[in-house]
């Protein structure tokens, strides 16, 4: 019988593990509590708000956890905003120049909307996340380029879409994803909602690479890099949920995997956090039929899931945990 190895990794290696572990004897409830505190309070005065929200703190990560914190719990994502800059950016995706005089002229709308009405999208965020950071002498900046998902640069990177921010902590550079952070819009009832997802804050390069494809590779903070726009769109679509629990894809699971009918599917997971395995579910095209899953538990940090295809086919196969949508690759079964 031939074999199918499929490999989707919550930690994929003890690299990963050391970089999650440099603030690991950090305790961040105290920054949390102090953002907690000043919810709700405007942005007339940033260099008060960020003296207030970090005073009574010591180290400059514990700083910085509560400024994130703080824009977290209280900017929301402009849905409508960022449609008008979506559009934008497509309509002028072969002409620059005329993007960036168009970006300019707009700029100052999304800004005074910020201020005003604490509504923005991810240039905002990561704007108020650089200017409130620098105020505490750390080096921020913003990283511009491209983030994938299920409906935007799933098979080429053709729009520039997000912004997100590297900082500088103890000499070394983290990067920090506010926007993504903050929660989700829900476009049935036209609605932003708090949600956080504490994974993208100073989450491992190596994660980000799995979704945040910067304009300007050094910010992809890996060593030798050689990630190319064409590598990065061959991967599944990698969601919030893998960042919130801690499941990743490794190289060897594409968007587009061809498999046997009745080969043995070996589907491999790695996590660095407990886990309950009855939350894990297969979920096959729209999530109306769930994959059976046969797991080995063997390997405290591994679980293995043996499924066969027993039709030909293309299927959109989707990882869940806790009822949280994690990756989406599809698997085109031959006879």
């Not at 440099?22 to 105290?30: M, Q």
């Not at 504490?198 to 989450?203: A, I, R």
């Not at 994959?291 to 869940?320: M, P, R, V, W």
Request: with cysteine; charged share 20%; glycine share 2%.
């Amino acid at each position: 019988m031939k074999y199918f190895i499929l490999f989707v990794i919550f930690l994929i290696s003890i690299e990963i593990r050391a970089q999650l572990n440099d603030f690991k004897n950090i305790n961040f409830t105290k920054a949390d509590s102090i953002a907690k505190l000043y919810n709700g309070e405007n942005l007339k005065n940033l260099p008060l708000l960020t003296y207030n929200l970090t005073i009574n703190l010591e180290t400059d990560v514990e700083k910085f956890r509560a400024i994130y914190s703080w824009i977290c719990m209280n900017i929301k994502a402009d849905y409508y905003m960022y449609k008008r800059i979506n559009n934008a950016r497509k309509r002028h995706k072969k002409d620059s120049i005329a993007y960036a005089i168009w970006n300019k002229n707009y700029s100052k709308k999304v800004f005074k909307r910020l201020l005003n009405n604490k509504k923005t999208m991810c240039t905002g965020y990561a704007y108020l996340l650089k200017v409130m950071t620098n105020l505490i002498n750390l080096k921020c900046e913003i990283v511009n380029g491209y983030v994938r998902n299920s409906s935007n640069n799933v098979l080429t990177l053709e729009n520039p879409n997000h912004s997100w921010n590297a900082v500088k902590i103890n000499n070394k550079w983290y990067l920090a994803d506010a926007t993504l952070s903050s929660g989700y819009s829900d476009l049935n009832n036209n609605a932003f909602v708090f949600d956080y997802n504490d994974g993208y804050f100073l989450q491992n390069p190596l994660i980000y690479s799995k979704t945040h494809y910067p304009f300007k590779k050094k910010w992809f903070l890996i060593d030798n890099n050689s990630k190319s726009k064409n590598n990065f769109t061959e991967n599944p679509i990698v969601y919030g949920g893998a960042f919130k629990y801690g499941i990743y894809p490794t190289k060897s699971l594409k968007l587009n995997n061809d498999v046997s009918k009745n080969d043995s599917c070996f589907i491999n997971f790695h996590t660095s956090k407990t886990i309950n395995p009855k939350k894990l579910k297969l979920k096959v095209n729209e999530g109306n039929e769930v994959l059976n899953l046969k797991l080995d538990l063997q390997n405290s940090n591994q679980i293995t899931i043996e499924h066969q295809f027993k039709k030909t086919g293309k299927f959109d196969i989707h990882l869940y945990y806790n009822n949280e949508i994690v990756t989406s690759s599809t698997f085109n079964v031959l006879e």
